[in-house]
């Protein structure tokens, strides 16, 4: 906790390096997880890849302060001036808008990921905002975050302007970014960790996992959706799933 007449700006760097450490250590911790995993799952899955991982985590840190900074600058706005739609107080709004608040950012963050993504990938953009990103073939486990710094910029923006225009009480706002880490992570990692029989339910049709987005990464023109396929489907750019890639620690192929 920062004396209360610490001034302003040094505290919003102070708060913004926090919170972008913060940030760094929940990549570290996720896609570290996630690696071991597939190291005792896919021995062998990630070998040769040794330049290309460092790369990742290169960018990634970058990635850490872009999206750390401006969740440190809310939280301070949050505790400090009241100026955001932050809330604490469970009596504050219906039990049943905790779930839909949880929607509503992944829905929101769903629609600006597939609108933005599919536009950076027009030639005219592709090469400066998100050749880095599609750098890494095949995605690992280390991907997720690995964007050139300005895509990082497009993809931190809209959380910290809904919290100042959607309520949502700070432990959903947790379980929204908790959820973005984790699929982030699994939709890259390079196989698929759900079972077949979640993938090819009707939940599977309208929520991606891996083998809906290494289909992204293996033809680049479809499957441009973060959480769900609603988008994809909508407007015509889903081609479902990866061929090759394998399921759930089981060594046949995804079936399509």
Request: positive net charge; aromatic residues 14%.
């Amino acid at each position: 906790m920062l004396p209360a007449d610490t001034p302003v700006l040094f505290a919003l760097i102070i708060v913004s390096l926090a919170t972008s450490v913060i940030v760094a250590l929940r990549y570290f911790a996720s896609s570290g997880l996630f690696a071991w995993i597939t190291q005792k799952v896919r021995p062998g899955l990630y070998d040769g890849q040794g330049a290309q991982i460092g790369r990742e985590i290169r960018w990634s840190l970058v990635a850490a302060v872009i999206y750390g900074a401006p969740a440190g600058i809310m939280l301070w706005c949050w505790n400090h001036l009241g100026w955001t739609q932050l809330y604490a107080d469970l009596a504050a709004f219906p039990l049943w808008y905790l779930p839909l608040s949880v929607f509503l950012y992944l829905f929101a963050q769903d629609t600006w990921f597939y609108w933005t993504h599919r536009a950076m990938h027009d030639p005219r953009l592709f090469k400066i905002l998100h050749k880095v990103h599609h750098d890494s073939r095949p995605p690992t486990a280390w991907t997720a975050m690995s964007f050139h710094w300005l895509e990082s910029v497009i993809g931190a923006a809209l959380i910290p302007i809904m919290v100042f225009l959607v309520p949502i009480h700070i432990a959903m706002l947790a379980a929204v970014l908790t959820i973005a880490t984790i699929m982030g992570v699994t939709n890259h990692m390079g196989w698929e960790l759900f079972p077949h029989r979640l993938v090819h339910s009707p939940l599977g049709q309208w929520v991606i996992t891996a083998s809906h987005h290494e289909k992204h990464h293996e033809e680049y023109r479809c499957n441009f959706g973060l959480y769900f396929r609603f988008w994809d489907r909508l407007c015509g750019t889903d081609r479902g799933f990866s061929k090759r890639m394998v399921e759930g620690g089981t060594p046949h192929r995804v079936k399509v």
